[in-house]
């Protein structure tokens, strides 16, 4: 299941509402992303800008490969879009497995692969004024490890 | 033929869309940026450095050699960075 | 912080307490490990047994390694002892780093650990019996895969 | 000596503490299973195959050859299977 939305999440009610009920899933990793403030109040927001219907399609089509690779149960991507305060949450990635290494793996696939592939631009506003997030070299080798031999 | 921008090139150029019927012999993307740069300076600097730019056609990533067709919805953005 | 009780926990007030006001936090993984029924409904029951004093020390030992080896900016575990149904939380870990590499190693590693050196036994009450979960070979193996160079 | 036994171990040997004092030339580990297996039938059994029982004296795992004082507490398990 995936979801771009302004509104803020819950991680607890997620949680419930994919796993809650369920008697079959032995191991559930989450990650969250937070609006972090390197430098204490330094950082006023960061807006995160997207590109409405291709970020759904992205999203969906990641979320199936995740499927596809390892063996899950469930899986849930909220990302948010907008504007932001430190300390706010911007992404949750939860993958529920029978087994953990399935689940954390799923999990960091799917996050490396959110920082360098899905549209989304991130603008901070600071005491030193506003610019653009760039990307980090770092982002693209974590998501190139996940490459499959041949694509 | 709608041509979206993204983040910093988006304020670069000024709009976040635009309409353009780029001639018929520009059937590719590469050659779409090239006559893009050539609309005004703002697009001229927007599009200074190629290595930078993503494309998707259609809202799916395509590389630069690719064919566009009459209708195509164009998006042209730096590097992303979300998560 | 390390936690051992009977009672349940509550992931989103957990997340809340330890990362909720905080604004330098870039990256929270989360583990949850649940009672897992495998043969629809044949699993009634499972049972923690525990060394008490040697769990608390063990988790706090652990707990200190994790963050001797990675930079994390805060670290949760919680586990559970007694009797759980199908379907029950048995343990927490959070991990939170200004980074999600960070995040995701180090959750994993003391989930590995806790699997292969926590003095905790399980016995699953089922429609073939009481038995008592044995110790698997892919543990182990997982656990040793974070042994440093001469140690 | 107080001596725990946990999981099948505990069962096996029927109570979870034991108190035993076991003579002065036991000074080890080793020696302490070999001397606890000749205390019943079920200490035996459940002694029986040494190569899966964990050692933790006064809570902190020791190897089969480590060194035992008056007064220590011993703890005798199976595997653990946490998490």
Known sequence: ?151 | MNIHYFAWMREQIGKSVETETPPAHIDNIDDLLDWLADLSPAHAEALTDRTVIGVAVNKEFVEPGAKLETGDEIALFPPMTGG
Chains 1, 3 share one sequence.
């Not at chain 1, 793996?105 to 799917?110: N, Q, S, T, V, Y």
């Not at chain 1, 506003?130 to 693209?140: G, T």
């Open chain 1, 1 to 151: 299941m995936i979801r771009v939305q302004a509104e803020d999440f819950d991680l607890g009610a997620e949680m419930d509402a994919l796993t809650g009920s369920r008697k079959d899933i032995g191991a559930v990793v989450n990650f969250i992303g937070k609006v972090r403030d390197l430098d204490d109040g330094a950082l006023s927001a960061m807006t995160l800008e997207h590109y409405p219907g291709m970020t759904e399609k992205m999203l969906a089509d990641i979320e199936a490969q995740a499927n596809t690779r390892w063996e899950l149960q469930e899986t849930l991507i909220i990302h948010r879009y907008g504007r932001l305060e430190p300390g706010e949450q911007i992404v949750l990635v939860i993958t529920a497995s029978a087994h953990r290494q399935s689940a954390f793996e799923a999990c960091a696939f799917l996050m490396d692969w959110l920082k360098t592939k899905a549209p989304f631009w991130k603008l901070e506003e600071s005491d030193k004024g506003r610019s653009w997030v760039e990307a980090k070299q770092a982002d693209n080798d974590a998501a190139d490890r996940w490459q499959e031999p041949g694509s």
